[in-house]
């Protein structure tokens, strides 16, 4: 009989209660949380992490969206070609993140979330500077 790492499982209740939070909130996919989270504080490998937060993202999504759906706050047609594209997309993706070394796949992941940071953050910061874009 295996014992249960309750430390584990509150950082994991923790970590999805997070997640799902800020996907509700801003609309972006649990996994800049989630897969920074199960490497750094719980040892995942990255890819065991990416594909685990793929999985668990799904209630949340749908949670959010049924919640967004009811606001009125949802474009059903584009919402059905996005998922379309991202489906596709996802299974690429998928096979080639599993094509790549571990600790490559890391750094590309972090790359990803600098690169998205500094799209956000580049253009508030020149604007608050008076430099142009």
């Known amino acids: ?12 209740l923790v970590v999805g209660l997070a997640a799902g939070f800020l996907a509700g909130l801003l609309g972006v996919g649990g996994g800049i949380l989630m897969v920074p989270a199960m490497v750094m504080l719980l040892g995942f490998d990255q890819h065991v992490a990416q594909g685990t937060s793929l999985l ?8 959010g969206s ?21 489906m596709v997309g996802a299974i690429v993706g998928a096979v080639f993140a599993l094509s790549l070394d571990d600790e490559l796949l890391r750094r590309l992941f972090g ?8 799209r956000i953050l580049v253009p508030k910061l020149r604007a608050r500077s008076g430099t142009p874009t």
């Open 56 to 63: 668990v993202i799904i209630p949340a999504a749908i949670s």
């Open 66 to 86: 049924w919640t967004h759906y009811r606001g009125h706050q949802f474009a059903l047609r584009d919402a059905s070609a996005l998922a379309a594209g991202g």
């Open 111 to 118: 790359l990803f979330l600098l690169a998205s940071a500094a």
């Open 1 to 12: 009989m295996t014992s249960v790492d309750i430390g584990a499982i509150a950082t994991l």
